[in-house]
């Protein structure tokens, strides 16, 4: 090695190191400089303690999340044995000494008597006492801390029921956001796209009109009307592939232009790459009839649907474009917001689905000005992490 | 040397690409028949293009180079490439397509929907694995420019960064599978086109016998690798095919798991084909090596060979042909996996908008580019191999044991990842600061596969039964979607 290196080598070592001592210098006469008087440095302590074990209670009383917490909690109490427990089992255990089988089953009677009176129980043993105190979420119990300590005095006790209170605290907000995310499904099923009664009605008349003229075409017609509900009723799933939805489209169109004769033309342009794409179930068909009805209905000539699919990385971009009477923008986006209703609640109703399984920035985007036609895409990711479709399946 | 020919094709696959990507949306079809339109990739189509992608700079010129370099052991690199995708067939296409997962991270989040930091990690991963695969692609770009050319390297990675840049922020060539499958064909023919007038050349020249034993001797003659370090690249070769970002990616086109099968027993019969190519040219290049001019790079034998045997014209556009192959090869390797990284790197940063992904190109290339200019290019196929022994070391557990083993844990899975690649990592790195030595454990640091793959795999597995209280609640149902047969209605 020449000599320059080795000066260079020496040298960086030399102003790391004391870089790396005067930052932990620092640091440590910083924090004690800081701490101020006991009780400061007491308070300081709890609270950092409690704020700890918060965050593994979020999810409500999990075996991982009362591991972590009774951990913190322990420390909190500073007692030999913390354990958390369900309605029926010890969940976690935390414990500075041995905790024998026999330690288990007196801290169940202890738990156990706290979970049938709703009360702070204290279980006298030889030598160490348990302390056990319900968590409450509304009036009912579900579950305990369960402390075991040498003696147990009135102001263990207190503490361990407070500590109590506030894991219940914890585990409500846990099923608060439970109950929503249900109230969230709800919402979900409730917004899932239902076909459309003028359809239903519209279909059912063009049907009829043909039953005399053209048997075999009314026949026909009435099978694809059996598929197409078949598929807009089915119960399973919030998801279809591209090409399911395709074919749905299909149908509907059929049946349109038993109505419209060739008034609706339709071009299609599809990367035959994002066919497999999931996408919410019944998301595009309700656009195409949107095109319909508001685009194509009111002109005498008709006009053309183009609907394209394309692939952009992560995401599948799908769009559905009519050459029709166009939309006034600002009616169009008091549609979306949900103060106007009856027109175009198809389009609300997707885009709040939309906005709900992919997050805000992924809802409808829609160009349009009145007699300019309305172009609509989506652009939806490939994947979609699991948890978010809680009703898929 | 600058052959006006080889510019040409150059320039001409250049800016072929870029006008695909202008254009791209117009070759998909446009019809007003529903029919037409929902038909999915065929299983062929999606071979061709995972070959187009798959075969590097690594395959086109390396594996020719590594047989005149290491002679009949240089053989096991083709049979390697090949073979992963055997095991992918075998143990992982079906079941990952059934996962729903479009990346390897999102087949972590589906495995281990809690674990946040199991996802980062293997984006994280991902993102090393697709940099050290780019950079190879780099080399061989500056390589083929100079040689072809006359011009200086480092133009090479800067031409191809600039190009996929241009065509992956543009987004058209992305869409079309019938590009990156007319890649493949393309690839094919520049290397077969070559092939057979050279042997027309060479066969008359002596009588077959003396030929074979000539090729005979040369090919032993050469010293190869030993038992340790063939057992190593077979190790990594084999199953680091399973982690490969680009290729994975692919996979989501298939309709079903059963096409995905299909699909790699295809992608097996297009690659077998393939090598026979460069493993002939290698042969060829040990015969007319010295004509080579003695210490050129070994990498350039498939390059400068059709102009070494045959003079003039016929040999000026054989190499163009040569050139244009290799860049297609460049081109498309490194737009896969800019792709990936891209993708990766934006889903992670910008919450996978458009113009993340446009940032996150940029970056996805601009970084290899600096590497492969300031670093000096390594056998090509040896630096591929490297990047497949880091891949075996860390995604590829993580795969196997993910798709195949209902015990496996987050923690489990991060502790065998991070063990693999640290282990693999720091060993190819120690082995390329140390000078070159013939001992044992030399070797088990320049080719440490054999070692970092089982002891990844032990770790996870350690690791997993040690927390064995923290298997996903949800494992069970998620390895029934994983192995049950797709319904014929999917989903």
Redesign the interface.
């Known amino acids: 090695m020449s000599p320059a290196l080795q000066i260079t080598l020496i040298v960086t070592i030399v102003t790391v190191g004391i870089a790396v001592i005067g930052y932990f210098g620092f640091k440590i006469s910083r924090s004690t400089k800081e701490m101020g008087t006991d009780a400061e440095e007491a308070t300081f302590t709890t609270l950092h303690h409690m704020s700890v074990a918060v965050p593994h209670l979020e999810r409500g009383l999990t ?2 999340g009362a591991a972590k917490s009774a951990k913190a909690l322990r420390r909190l109490l500073n007692c030999p044995v913390l354990l958390i427990s369900d309605t029926r089992h010890i969940l976690a255990t935390d414990a500075g000494i041995e905790f024998t089988a026999d330690l288990e089953e007196q801290a169940s009677e202890a738990f156990s008597t706290a979970l049938a009176t709703g009360k702070t129980q204290v279980k006298r043993l030889s030598g160490q006492d348990f302390v056990a105190a319900p968590i409450m979420v509304g009036n009912q119990p579900v579950g305990t801390v369960t402390a075991l300590t040498p003696r147990a005095g009135a102001g263990f006790v207190r503490a361990v029921s407070e500590v109590a209170v506030f894991v219940s605290a914890q585990v409500s907000t846990a099923q608060l956001d439970e109950n929503k995310a249900m109230l969230l499904e709800a919402q979900m099923r409730a917004l899932r796209a239902q076909i459309s009664p003028h359809f239903i009605y519209n279909s059912l008349n063009a049907i009829a009109s043909f039953i005399n003229t053209d048997p075999a075409r009314a026949r026909e017609l009435v099978i694809e009307f059996a598929d197409f509900t078949r598929y807009s009723f089915r119960r399973r ?1 919030e ?3 591209l ?2 939805e ?2 749905a ?2 149908r509907y169109l059929l049946l349109e232009k038993a109505r419209f004769g060739d008034r609706i ?12 794409t ?1 996408i919410p179930f019944l998301s595009l068909q309700p656009l195409v009839e949107n095109a319909v009805r508001h685009g194509l209905e009111a002109r005498p000539d008709g006009g053309v649907i183009s609907i394209t699919a ?6 599948a971009v799908i769009s559905v474009e009519d050459d029709g009477v166009g939309m006034d923008p600002e009616q169009l986006s008091s549609v979306l917001a949900g103060t106007t209703v009856n027109m175009h609640v198809g389009l609300r109703n997707v885009d709040v689905r939309l906005r709900q399984l992919y ?1 805000n ?1 992924n809802g409808l985007i829609i160009d349009t000005a009145p007699g300019a036609g309305t172009q609509i895409t989506l ?1 939806i ?3 979609l ?3 978010t479709a809680s009703i898929d399946e | 040397m600058i052959n006006l020919l080889s510019a040409l094709a150059l320039v001409v696959v250049c800016v072929t690409t870029m006008l695909i990507a202008f254009h791209g949306l117009r070759l998909s079809r446009t019809t007003s028949d529903f029919y037409v339109a929902s038909r999915t990739v065929r299983p062929w189509w999606n071979a061709s293009a995972i070959g187009g992608e798959y075969l590097s700079a690594a395959s086109f010129l390396g594996v020719a180079g590594l047989i005149v370099l290491s002679g009949q052991s240089g053989l096991w690199f083709p049979i390697g490439y090949t073979a992963g995708y055997l095991m992918l067939l075998l143990f992982v296409a079906a079941p990952l397509r059934r996962s729903q997962a479009y990346t390897i991270p999102d087949f972590a989040q589906i495995r281990f929907e809690e674990s946040k930091s199991l996802r980062k990690i293997t984006t994280y991963l991902v993102v090393v694995i697709c940099w050290l695969y780019i950079v190879p692609q780099m080399h061989g770009a500056a390589l083929t420019l100079s040689i072809a050319t006359g011009l200086p390297g480092w133009l090479g990675p800067v031409i191809v960064a600039a190009v996929v840049c241009i065509t992956v922020v543009s987004g058209g060539m992305r869409s079309v599978t019938f590009v990156q499958a007319f890649q493949y064909w393309f690839k094919l023919a520049a290397l077969v086109v070559p092939t057979i007038f050279l042997l027309f050349q060479v066969i008359p020249e002596q009588s077959s016998t003396a030929r074979l034993d000539s090729i005979a001797t040369q090919l032993e003659s050469v010293a190869g690798l030993n038992l340790y370090e063939t057992i190593s690249i077979i190790l990594a070769l084999l199953f680091g095919t399973l982690g490969l970002p680009h290729v994975l990616v692919r996979f989501y086109t298939n309709p079903t798991g059963q096409a995905a099968r299909s699909t790699t027993v295809i992608v097996l019969g297009l690659l077998s084909v393939f090598y026979l190519l460069p493993t002939t040219l290698g042969v060829l290049g040990l015969l007319y090596a010295p004509q080579l001019g003695g210490n050129a790079e070994t990498d350039a034998t498939v390059l400068l060979l059709p102009s070494a045997v045959l003079d003039g014209f016929l040999g000026d556009s054989l190499t163009a042909i040569v050139v244009g192959g290799a860049f297609a090869a460049f081109l498309s390797t490194t737009s896969g996996l800019v792709v990936s990284l891209a993708g990766a790197l934006s889903q992670e940063f910008f919450a996978g908008t458009v113009r993340g992904f446009r940032i996150s190109t940029v970056l996805a290339t601009a970084l290899p580019v600096f590497i492969a200019v300031v670093t000096s290019s390594l056998a090509l196929a040896g630096a591929i191999g490297n990047v497949f022994a880091f891949t075996a070391s860390t995604i590829c557990p993580l795969l196997l044991l993910g798709i195949w083993w209902r015990s496996l844990t987050a923690r489990g899975a991060i502790a065998g990842m991070l063990t693999g690649a640290a282990a693999c990592g720091l060993a190819l790195m120690i082995s390329s600061l140390l000078p070159e030595v013939d001992t044992l454990w030399f070797h088990m640091l320049r080719q440490p596969a054999a070692w970092s793959v089982p002891l990844a795999f032990v770790v996870m597995i350690a690791v997993s039964r040690a927390t064995a209280r923290s298997v996903p609640a949800n494992a069970d149902r998620i390895m029934a979607r994983l192995h049950v047969p797709d319904r014929d209605s999917a989903f």
């Open positions: 075996v991982e799933g998801f279809t592939t090409a399911e395709l074919e489209i299909d033309k339709v071009s299609l342009q599809i990367a035959p790459e994002v066919l497999s999931r394309t692939e952009d990385g992560m995401h997050g920035s652009r990711p490939k994947f992490a699991p948890g």
